[in-house]
Nanobody, 124 residues
Framework: QVQLVESGGGLVQAGGSLRLSCAASGRIVSSYAMGWFRQAPGKEREFVAIISWGGSSTSYADSVKGRFTISRNNAKNTVYLQMNSLKPEDTAVYYC?????????????????WGQGTQVTVSS
């Protein structure tokens, strides 16, 4: 079993930055792909970014490309999402997910394990 705990959310002005963290416990997830998703009020959950187990492959939603960076530290069992140039439309609850399959997260938006989410609010 894997437990994922997100942190780092908060309130920030447009143009500002935040760094989200997702700490995994219960099992070493160094062999898992890790992804970030978000869900805004009244909208469906959407894919944001993904990183392969070794960190060599990443992919981003078009809406965040060039502004967000996903990274991981397997020694700390943690994945990060650096968010720069934030916009009000980035406001959402952000979730991390873990799965042994990169494609299952990236293409199917599924994951074996999910965190509880952290709120990000960007004011205009």
């Amino acid at each position: 079993q894997v437990q994922l705990v997100e942190s780092g959310g908060g309130l920030v002005q447009a143009g500002g930055s935040l760094r989200l963290s997702c700490a995994a416990s219960g099992r070493i997830v160094s062999s898992y792909a890790m992804g970030w998703f978000r869900q805004a009020p009244g909208k469906e959950r959407e894919f944001v970014a993904i990183i392969s187990w070794g960190g060599s492959s990443t992919s981003y939603a078009d809406s965040v490309k060039g502004r967000f960076t996903i990274s991981r530290n397997n020694a700390k069992n943690t994945v990060y999402l650096q968010m720069n140039s934030l916009k009000p439309e980035d406001t959402a609850v952000y979730y991390c997910a873990a799965d042994r399959s990169f494609d299952r997260i990236h293409k199917n938006w599924l994951g074996d394990y999910w965190g509880q989410g952290t709120q990000v609010t960007v004011s205009s």
